[in-house]
């Protein structure tokens, strides 16, 4: 019986092995650039998972989520720079985000109750262009966000008066600043995932899942429909807001055209393409769409250089003819996405 | 016996169609009451009223007592009036075990704060809706589809999985929707065998149903509606016997 107990422990400890030396195996074989990408598929995984909650529990299809990142990135642009002369710790920032962001999400929800679909869509599709066009715009009279310059020189997130942008010496082993950000994404993403799971298996996940379902039985199972909905708003624009700020610490600028509608579809897509619903899935799809894109515009000149002695087709653009091709195979041939939630699950504990 | 639901001057109007006009109603604590009429003659329109999914244009509704909210159908839920629905509405990907559990949400609390800390209370909680979710597929005869999608069961048993859903709710009134709609001869017997069963457990029931020998042999009392209107309230032998009830079924000539 202790063998049964144990081998699960033994796998998760091999996991966490892997995990925690992933960066180094990365940096040492690909380089840095790669540990880099690696970072931002976390960051990623993050506003994936968040997204994931309105649009794959709640069945609310926001097309505007990127904003509620963009908030977070802001706030702690603006609470840690010398654009105001503000320096406050991360571990003020990030709480303090979370929940700017989720009061934006609420903001977004309430005037949105009554639709659904095609409806929701549009409407949050603006709210996300409206969040964006603020930011680029709010530099006169009073200049609170510098407009479409950006803000520069963002404090790098500081823990225990080391920043991370800074390489740290372990008992004389050198980690990268690379490195240490990645460990504490890694770590705020498996908070935001167990977050994911815990909400999933409560009377609150299944009180969004009735609702995506069918929102009249929902109602009629005696579910407030409209706090229910909102919380899923808030929840999903807070993980977005955490997210944002780590964005901001680590990229040291942000700018406004960071927040794009394509960025808001890019998460959409990873969680549709992962697996909606589905964490599991929708951290697959969150890693894929981030490394994927990266791996074609790292690889396509070299390759078409190879090949044919010169690059013929740009790779950015090649990075998106590929991309919509991939999408459109995985909505014909997998349509409940890469990774989908395994129905049967549950009856095979059956018996 | 002690009144449980009294709807007074209940008056409802799409655009042009008066749906319902000046329907009072009384339902007794612990009765089946059987709501019947020709296609189109309002009852779905009654229950939708009734349970708050529509306002209603004109009318009082009392409930244990109480007056009931408009336009709030979790309210009208959480007051003890729990409903089935002529069209099956489950949740289609979802187990028939948690479709059960999503009706406990009325009468259970656990907010984000305990979910996501996994309180005791939390699980303590969660435990007991698993239980009362799983007691409840067993009462309707079920047990057996627990870990089954809602969309894979048969046609009767997604019927009983809306009652057993709507019991979880821990109604006062069960208001079923044509329960039996669409069963075979031996589904709709075991049916009758489960209501009858529900208001020996105590429960007041509201049964619209087309199957006129099953409302006949089940129902303590009978309201036929018309047009909207409500023509009659009486025990079933005396409905049946109604010429203006003949009428309204057959169409004029044939009483
Ligand atoms: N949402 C709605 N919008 C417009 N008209 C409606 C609506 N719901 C019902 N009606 C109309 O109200 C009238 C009563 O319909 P209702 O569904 O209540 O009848 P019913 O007695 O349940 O009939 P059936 O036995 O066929 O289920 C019908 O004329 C119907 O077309
Ligand atoms: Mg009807």
Request: proline share 4%; net charge neutral.
């Given at each position: 019986?202790?063998s049964l107990?144990?081998?699960?422990h033994?796998g998760?400890?091999?996991?966490a092995?892997?995990?925690a030396?992933l960066?180094?195996?990365?940096?040492?074989?690909?380089?840095?650039?790669?540990?880099?990408?690696?970072?931002?598929?976390?960051?990623?995984?993050?506003?994936?998972?968040?997204?994931?909650?309105?649009?794959?529990?709640?069945?609310?299809l926001?097309l505007?989520?990127?904003?509620?990142?963009?908030?977070?990135?802001?706030?702690?642009?603006?609470?840690a720079?010398?654009?105001?002369?503000?320096?406050?710790p991360?571990?003020?920032?990030?709480?303090?985000?979370?929940?700017?962001?989720g009061?934006?999400?609420?903001?977004?929800?309430?005037?949105?109750?009554?639709?659904?679909?095609d409806?929701?869509?549009?409407?949050?599709l603006?709210?996300?262009?409206?969040v964006?066009?603020?930011?680029?715009?709010?530099?006169?009279?009073?200049?609170?966000?510098?407009g479409?310059?950006?803000?520069?020189?963002?404090?790098?997130?500081?823990?225990?008066?080391?920043?991370?942008?800074k390489?740290?010496?372990?008992?004389?082993?050198?980690?990268?600043?690379l490195?240490?950000?990645?460990?504490?994404?890694?770590?705020?993403a498996?908070?935001?995932?167990?977050v994911?799971?815990?909400?999933?298996d409560?009377?609150?996940g299944?009180?969004?899942?009735?609702?995506?379902?069918?929102?009249?039985?929902?109602?009629?199972?005696?579910?407030?429909?409209?706090?229910?909905?909102?919380?899923?708003?808030?929840?999903?624009?807070?993980?977005?807001?955490?997210?944002?700020?780590?964005?901001a610490?680590?990229?040291?600028?942000?700018?406004?055209?960071?927040?794009?509608?394509?960025?808001s579809?890019?998460?959409?897509?990873?969680v549709?393409?992962?697996?909606?619903?589905?964490?599991?899935?929708?951290?697959?799809?969150?890693?894929?769409?981030?490394?994927?894109?990266?791996?074609f515009?790292?690889?396509?000149?070299?390759?078409q250089?190879?090949?044919?002695?010169?690059?013929?087709?740009?790779?950015?653009?090649?990075?998106?003819?590929l991309?919509?091709?991939?999408l459109?195979?995985?909505m014909?041939?997998?349509p409940?996405?890469?990774?989908?939630?395994?129905?049967?699950r549950?009856?095979?504990?059956?018996? | 016996?002690?009144?449980?639901?009294?709807?007074?001057?209940i008056?409802?109007?799409?655009?042009?169609v008066?749906?319902?006009?000046?329907?009072?109603?009384?339902?007794?604590?612990?009765?089946?009451?059987?709501?019947?009429g020709p296609?189109?003659a309002?009852?779905?329109t009654f229950?939708?009223?009734?349970?708050?999914?529509y306002?209603?244009?004109?009318?009082e509704?009392?409930?244990?007592?109480?007056?009931?909210?408009?336009?709030?159908?979790?309210?009208?839920?959480?007051?003890?009036?729990?409903?089935?629905?002529q069209?099956?509405?489950?949740?289609?990907?979802?187990?028939?075990?948690e479709?059960?559990m999503?009706?406990?949400?009325?009468?259970?609390?656990?907010?984000?704060?305990?979910?996501?800390?996994r309180?005791?209370?939390?699980r303590?909680?969660?435990?007991?809706?698993?239980r009362?979710?799983?007691?409840l597929?067993?009462?309707?005869?079920?047990?057996?589809r627990?870990?089954?999608?809602?969309?894979?069961?048969?046609?009767?048993?997604?019927?009983?999985?809306e009652?057993?859903?709507?019991?979880?709710?821990?109604?006062?009134?069960?208001?079923?929707?044509?329960?039996?709609?669409?069963?075979?001869?031996t589904?709709?017997?075991?049916?009758?065998?489960?209501?009858?069963?529900?208001?020996?457990?105590?429960?007041?029931v509201?049964?619209?149903?087309?199957?006129?020998k099953l409302?006949m042999?089940?129902?303590?009392?009978?309201?036929?509606?018309?047009?909207?209107?409500?023509?009659i309230?009486?025990?079933?032998?005396?409905?049946?016997?109604?010429?203006?009830v003949?009428?309204?079924?057959?169409?004029?000539?044939?009483?």
């Amino acid at each position: 019986m202790t063998s049964l107990r144990t081998k699960p422990h033994l796998g998760l400890a091999l996991i966490a092995l892997a995990l925690a030396l992933l960066p180094f195996v990365v940096s040492a074989t690909l380089g840095n650039a790669w540990l880099r990408i690696l970072d931002f598929a976390l960051i990623y995984i993050m506003l994936a998972l968040g997204l994931n909650i309105v649009v794959g529990f709640a069945g609310l299809l926001d097309l505007g989520y990127i904003a509620f990142y963009a908030v977070g990135a802001y706030l702690y642009a603006l609470l840690a720079s010398p654009h105001f002369g503000l320096h406050w710790p991360v571990w003020a920032i990030l709480p303090l985000g979370a929940l700017v962001a989720g009061v934006f999400g609420v903001l977004l929800g309430a005037p949105t109750l009554r639709l659904r679909g095609d409806y929701l869509a549009i409407v949050t599709l603006g709210f996300g262009e409206i969040v964006r066009i603020f930011m680029n715009n709010l530099n006169a009279p009073i200049n609170i966000t510098n407009g479409p310059k950006g803000i520069a020189r963002i404090d790098p997130i500081t823990i225990a008066g080391h920043p991370l942008s800074k390489s740290l010496d372990v008992f004389g082993f050198t980690v990268p600043g690379l490195a240490l950000y990645y460990y504490l994404f890694l770590v705020l993403a498996i908070l935001i995932i167990v977050v994911g799971i815990r909400l999933q298996d409560s009377r609150i996940g299944r009180a969004w899942v009735a609702i995506r379902e069918d929102e009249i039985a929902a109602k009629a199972c005696g579910i407030d429909t409209r706090n229910v909905k909102l919380l899923a708003f808030a929840m999903g624009a807070s993980f977005g807001g955490v997210a944002g700020g780590l964005f901001a610490g680590f990229q040291e600028f942000v700018s406004p055209e960071s927040f794009g509608l394509m960025e808001s579809v890019m998460v959409l897509c990873m969680v549709v393409l992962g697996g909606m619903g589905h964490i599991p899935g929708v951290i697959l799809g969150g890693l894929l769409l981030a490394v994927l894109p990266e791996a074609f515009r790292h690889g396509a000149a070299p390759l078409q250089q190879a090949l044919f002695g010169k690059t013929l087709i740009d790779p950015e653009n090649l990075r998106m003819l590929l991309f919509g091709l991939a999408l459109i195979l995985v909505m014909l041939y997998k349509p409940a996405g890469l990774w989908p939630e395994p129905r049967h699950r549950a009856e095979l504990k059956k018996s | 016996m002690t009144v449980l639901l009294e709807a007074h001057g209940i008056g409802k109007r799409f655009g042009g169609v008066q749906a319902l006009k000046d329907v009072s109603l009384t339902i007794r604590e612990g009765e089946i009451y059987g709501l019947i009429g020709p296609n189109g003659a309002g009852k779905t329109t009654f229950f939708n009223v009734l349970t708050g999914l529509y306002p209603r244009d004109e009318g009082e509704i009392t409930f244990a007592g109480q007056p009931l909210a408009l336009g709030s159908p979790h309210r009208v839920t959480r007051a003890g009036i729990a409903r089935t629905f002529q069209n099956i509405r489950l949740f289609a990907n979802m187990t028939a075990l948690e479709n059960v559990m999503v009706g406990r949400h009325a009468r259970t609390k656990v907010d984000v704060g305990g979910a996501v800390f996994r309180t005791r209370a939390q699980r303590t909680e969660e435990a007991a809706i698993k239980r009362r979710a799983e007691e409840l597929l067993h009462y309707v005869g079920i047990a057996d589809r627990a870990n089954d999608m809602a969309k894979n069961l048969s046609y009767g048993d997604q019927r009983r999985l809306e009652i057993a859903r709507a019991l979880a709710t821990e109604p006062k009134l069960l208001a079923l929707d044509e329960p039996a709609a669409g069963m075979n001869a031996t589904e709709t017997a075991s049916l009758r065998t489960l209501i009858a069963g529900l208001r020996d457990d105590g429960l007041t029931v509201l049964l619209i149903e087309h199957d006129v020998k099953l409302v006949m042999g089940l129902c303590d009392r009978v309201a036929v509606l018309d047009y909207g209107q409500k023509i009659i309230e009486d025990i079933p032998a005396t409905v049946r016997a109604d010429p203006r009830v003949i009428e309204a079924y057959l169409g004029t000539g044939a009483a």
